[in-house]
């Protein structure tokens, strides 16, 4: 039997590789792609041979890939997604589309960014379904793997095949209850690592650009309590002696719950939209990419922000 080459390699063998690889489940990649198991089977069978290596295995029931693996679906994903936008319909109809988009975010985004995007897609293109996940710290990876469209965030990629826009500025501030005494003042540094503090660990792998300022000079929070997200911060510190530290915009969202001073670590920092090739010349997401600057842009500002970004 002749032994397959990569120049005999199409691109639908290349498809179902980089499906399996997303997936881990030859019977979930067969009904992704339409077909029976054996054909998954066969074709991984062919590109083992052409690859010479075993590309997946099986481990506690579960399809593990191989190291080599990894390195041949990372290069294969961008010949795939240039050779989905060569393929991609140059015109768009907001009105008339049907798809799903995917953005990884975390509850920032979801706050700040997201409602303003979803009202405006309501109204000019209502076939647009959102899915947003949960990125943590991993959405520059959720993008790699094709899991999210889209990435917004104040994490920015490095590589040929990121694309990123600034999306706005940020900064963090104190908040209190409003009859702390130290509310109507000015913090001082030394005030502000001295005085008994609610702070937010977004999960306990992220580290806030104010924290790492503080440990460069040497210091560190006076914490008695940690929580992993801002949601519903307000109504923690409200009767209490406690300082949080957050975000301008968030602060915002508390109302008169809590009085809001700025921080002596204002750390400023920025929140960027961040999508690959797969997508880079897709006329759907570069409509939507759009949107979304415009609806940051029409934003009110937080009191002291710096200007949304264009």
Avoid at 64 to 79: D, F, N
Avoid at 185 to 193: D, F, G, I, N, S
Avoid at 288 to 303: F, G, N, S, T
């Amino acid at each position: 039997m002749k032994q397959p080459t990569l120049l005999t390699m199409d691109f639908a063998a290349l498809r179902t590789l980089r499906l399996l690889y997303e997936n881990r489940s030859f019977t979930e990649t067969a009904v992704l792609l339409g077909v029976n198991q054996s054909a998954v089977s066969y074709t991984i069978e062919k590109l083992r041979r052409a690859f010479s290596d075993p590309l997946f295995f099986r481990q506690g029931g579960k399809v593990v890939p191989t190291e080599r693996c990894g390195i041949i679906v990372a290069s294969v994903m961008r010949m795939l997604d240039e050779i989905e936008a060569l393929a991609t319909p140059v015109s768009f109809d907001p009105a008339a589309a049907e798809q799903t988009v995917t953005i990884a975010c975390n509850f920032y985004e979801r706050q700040i960014i997201l409602p303003g995007v979803v009202k405006a897609l309501r109204e000019r293109a209502p076939g647009i379904r959102i899915t947003a996940l949960n990125s943590t710290t991993q959405g520059i990876q959720l993008l790699k793997m094709s899991d999210a469209d889209l990435l917004i965030g104040p994490l920015q990629a490095d590589g040929h095949e990121f694309y990123s826009r600034t999306l706005l500025s940020e900064r963090y501030v104190c908040v209190m209850d409003s009859a702390n005494p130290l509310a109507d003042r000015p913090l001082t540094l030394e005030q502000y690592v001295a005085v008994p503090h609610a702070t937010v660990t977004y999960g306990g792998t992220w580290r806030s650009r104010y924290l790492l300022q503080l440990e460069s000079l040497g210091l560190k929070l006076n914490t008695v309590l940690e929580v992993p997200s801002p949601a519903g911060l307000e109504r923690v510190i409200s009767g209490t002696d406690l300082v949080a530290t957050v975000p301008s915009r968030i602060a915002e969202t508390y109302g008169n719950a809590v009085k809001i001073i700025d921080s002596p670590c204002p750390s400023p920092f920025e929140v960027y939209l961040v999508w690959t090739t797969r997508t880079h010349k897709s006329a759907m997401h570069d409509w939507l990419r759009k949107l979304i600057l415009e609806c940051v842009a029409r934003q009110p500002r937080a009191a002291g922000a710096p200007s949304p970004m264009l």
